[in-house]
Nanobody
Framework: QVQLVESGGGLVQAGGSLRLSCAAS????????RGWYRQAPGKQRELVAR???????DYVNSVKGRFTISRDNAKNTVYLQMNMLKPEDTAVYYC???????????WGQGTLVTVSS
């Protein structure tokens, strides 16, 4: 059974930085897509960034140039480095993995990021 555990959220002032981590336990297979989503109060959950096992990366336009997603396959961990944070980045951030071989998606429990102005 795959489980995802996030860490690194918190309170930061606008312009500051945070790094989120998501460690996976269990067999996540070699072909997968790891990603970060976020959900702000009253809004739908949206994709922030994702990284494919082949190395391709996607970002939502609003974070391009400020956020960087990376993965350490040896540690089964994915990271989201968030720089130049804005109040509109305030949300619960969820780690996600899609296991292509078994057509399965798993979500983390979420970590709150609050950016004060």
């Amino acid at each position: 059974q795959v489980q995802l555990v996030e860490s690194g959220g918190g309170l930061v002032q606008a312009g500051g930085s945070l790094r989120l981590s998501c460690a996976a336990s269990g067999n996540i297979f070699s072909m997968n897509v790891r990603g970060w989503y976020r959900q702000a109060p009253g809004k739908q959950r949206e994709l922030v960034a994702r990284i494919f096992s082949g190395g391709s990366i996607d970002y939502v336009n609003s974070v391009k140039g400020r956020f960087t997603i990376s993965r350490d396959n040896a540690k089964n961990t994915v990271y989201l480095q968030m720089n130049m944070l804005k109040p509109e980045d305030t949300a619960v951030y969820y780690c996600h993995v899609r296991l292509i071989a078994v057509n399965l998606e798993v979500w983390g429990q979420g970590t709150l990021v609050t950016v004060s102005s």
